[in-house]
């Protein structure tokens, strides 16, 4: 990480909690006193902890104790990563880490002098107290975490909590740092058994998208709060309340730029400039790069004079920017520097002139950004997955199941007259930009206290893949990990899924979901904070535009709508935007009926039949959208064939949160079929139907650390 000098200065004022919002109802985290952070297990509290140990270390440059008697190291580095990169948390936790992400761990590493991590699964306070008075200069003590209900393994638990708080407390005044300790409960008469100096209170509200934090001190009771907004898939809290910052120019902000270049403004944009001044992200100009650490040098030693002769050649520097990186660092900073008057980045289509769909430069460098990383991903597994010259000709005569025949039979036979391709010259205009293979929602989910490594692996023939291992806590109990591989999960989904046969067209803005319509729509990512399941939209959450927004199919504004009926979700999202045209649901039926008729033949016969059944039925779906523009196809309709995906996938998703909601521990979700959970041995879920059909799913079972095998494997 950047070497930031820090003055006596800045050492002497309270430290910040890394949430400049919650800063203003704190007024920052207090020397010499106990603070501590009660929240209920789903709701975020060690996040809290998270955000104040990186804002020390690794913005202020301090040292930090951070007691860990819940999460371990590892975990503890990855949700570091995970905040300061916007790398998704679950990815990061299976060791998949894109180049930027690797840069910002060895600079983490190198960092490990600030930022001590004492995982002991027998930690004590007594422990910690002992600990802390030989780290020369230490700023920050954050105990992670202390457990309301008794475990015979941690000793920060149950009824010796009271007594540990007192050990904390003692340790604070000793040495004169804020001790930030966080317990897994809002339990009224715990937290006043353990009589804390200062006590934050994390509630969730009616707004799923926001936590409320009361603030409380022990001699004058509640003396503030604020708005939190939970970002649970990288690990981090956002700051929601704090009031917009003055602009640079406006009255308020007093003379010239006093005003900006103080206080919450000043240090919302040091803490924005982190991800790029410490090379962990690129994509802005190294003149602004260069005022941008000069920037954080300045705010670390409280120089205020030096931010005023700094902000000039920073507003300059900014000014040159055209386009902001399309990530939540790149928003986050440009956002920062929106107070100090900088102008808005110019769209190089729209100032030539041109028009762009709602989203479609958004999501076209976001499908820019990640081609890459998901071209590894596809390279280790799906050999199949690519199309060859002589694919889209049909069968031959007598083949076990000419796939291709029958679904282009089955779209033949409807009354719509569907349009089975679009034409190549309208193929970079209306709805069909927007349209992206991460539209899917397939969940790539592994729950937050379970750990997942990739490991090496040998296929039978020859091949070299990389598998996981899932290692639980032992909070989950006894139990072992039972593995769900649901059947034919794309032809399944042909059965009823909404597709619009016809042209989409442009119907913008809409009032509510009209089920007589299908296509694509612009919609808010709605706030999911359960930390037992996924986001409900799967992967399209991690990727929502600046505004929160992502375009999504059919079965995911059906699925949502459901949730909202069903009390899961507190409002349906707003539609901005959408392309529609009229619903239908059989279109793919009559392929749906003639591949689940194969299957239940076939899979008895096994051997080159089924083998073949299946390479034709993936070429069949694939050819809706091929990949590949010199690829022929008697299909060109993007809008089908993910539609078709994220019914499978919200079919998926539905199932095993059925599971969930009946007591069953999920530990990972991921693609369209695999679920994986924790149950006694031989004892699936009762919410799946064991079977080799359509609708039902095979099961195994393997021990914790086991690696975990796949499809031909």
């Known amino acids: 990480m950047p070497s930031v000098p820090s003055s006596p200065t800045a050492r002497s004022a309270a430290p910040p909690s890394g949430l400049p919002g919650l800063d203003a109802a704190t007024g920052g985290l207090q020397r010499g006193k106990l603070t501590l952070v009660a929240a209920r297990p789903s709701v975020g509290g060690s996040l809290l902890g998270l955000a104040a140990a990186r804002t020390s270390a690794l913005v202020d440059q301090a040292m930090v104790l951070y007691a860990a008697s819940g999460p371990n190291r590892d975990d503890i580095f990855r949700r570091i990563i995970a905040a300061e990169t916007g790398g998704e948390y679950a990815r990061l936790k299976q060791g998949r880490l894109t180049e930027h992400e690797q840069q910002v761990a060895r600079q983490l590493v190198q960092a490990g002098d600030l930022l001590m991590i004492d995982d002991g699964s027998d930690l004590r306070a007594e422990d910690i107290a002992d600990t802390a008075p030989h780290m020369q200069g230490l700023a920050l003590v954050v105990v992670d975490r202390m457990q309301a209900a008794h475990s015979a393994r941690l000793p920060l638990s149950g009824d010796r909590l009271p007594a540990a708080s007192q050990v904390l407390a003692t340790l604070a005044r000793t040495l004169h740092v804020p001790v930030l300790a966080i317990v897994d409960s809002d339990d009224p008469e715990l937290l006043g058994l353990l009589d804390a100096d200062i006590l934050l209170t994390l509630m969730p509200t009616e707004d799923s998208a926001r936590v409320q934090v009361t603030v409380a001190e022990r001699d004058f009771g509640t003396i503030g709060s604020a708005s939190l907004q939970p970002d649970l898939v990288h690990a981090r809290f ?114 030539a002139g ?68 679009i034409r190549k010259e309208e193929r970079d205009s209306g709805p069909w930009p927007l349209i992206s293979e991460h539209m899917d929602g397939e969940p790539r989910w592994v729950h937050p206290d379970v750990t997942a490594t990739r490991v090496p692996h040998i296929r039978a023939n020859g091949r070299r893949v990389r598998r996981d291992q899932l290692d639980v806590p032992d909070s989950f109990g006894e139990g072992v990990l039972c593995l769900i591989d649901r059947n034919g999960s794309f032809p399944s989904a042909c059965s009823a899924v909404p597709l619009a046969p016809n042209k989409l067209l442009h119907t913008g803005p809409l009032d509510a979901y009209d089920k007589a319509g299908a296509g694509i729509y612009l919609i808010d990512i709605p706030a999911w904070t359960r930390t037992d399941m996924p986001h409900p939209l799967g992967r399209i959450a991690d990727r929502p535009d600046e505004d929160g927004r992502a375009w999504v199919t059919t079965p995911h504004i059906k699925q949502l709508v459901k949730l909202v009926r069903d009390n899961h979700l507190d409002t349906m999202p707003t539609i901005h935007d959408s392309w529609t045209g009229k619903a239908n649901e059989s279109l793919f039926k009559p392929f749906y009926e003639a591949t689940r008729k194969a299957r239940t033949e076939l899979v008895q016969i096994g051997g080159d039949p089924y083998k073949a059944y299946k390479t034709r039925l993936s070429i069949a779906l694939r050819l809706l959208w091929p990949k ?86």
């Open 354 to 421: 041109q028009s762009t769909p709602a989203g479609a430069t958004v999501q076209t460098l976001a499908d820019n950004r990640e081609a890459t990383a998901d071209a590894v991903e596809d390279e280790e597994d799906d050999e199949e997955d690519t199309l060859s010259p002589e694919d889209e000709e049909d069968e031959p005569e007598g083949h076990v199941f000419p796939a291709l025949k029958i679904l282009k039979d089955s779209v033949g036979r409807s009354k719509m007259h569907p349009i089975r391709v």
């Open 238 to 351: 956002l700051d929601a309340g704090a009031p917009p910052h003055e602009r640079a120019d406006s009255p308020a902000g007093g003379p010239g730029r006093s005003t900006a270049t103080s206080g919450t403004a000043a240090r919302e944009l040091a803490e924005a400039a982190l991800p790029y001044t410490s090379g962990g992200h690129q994509g802005i100009p190294a003149a602004l790069t260069h005022e941008l650490a000069a920037w954080r040098t300045a705010v670390a030693g409280g120089d205020h004079e030096a931010l005023k002769e700094i902000l000039p050649t920073l507003i300059q520097a900014a000014a040159t920017v055209s386009q902001w990186p399309d990530t939540h660092e790149g928003h986050r900073l440009a956002n920062a520097l929106r107070p100090y008057g900088t102008p808005e980045s110019a769209d190089p289509t729209t100032a």
């Open 628 to 713: 590949r523009p010199s690829q022929r196809s008697p299909f060109w309709r993007p809008d089908w064939r993910m539609s078709m995906v994220a019914e499978a996938s919200v079919r998926h998703w539905t199932v095993a949160f059925k599971a969930v909601q009946e007591g069953h521990t999920l530990v990972a979700l991921r693609n369209v079929d695999q679920a994986i959970f924790w149950t006694p041995p031989n004892t699936p879920p009762s919410t799946y139907r064991i079977g080799t059909g359509f609708g039902e799913v095979k099961s195994k079972f393997v021990k914790a650390g086991e690696t975990i095998l796949e499809g031909d494997d």
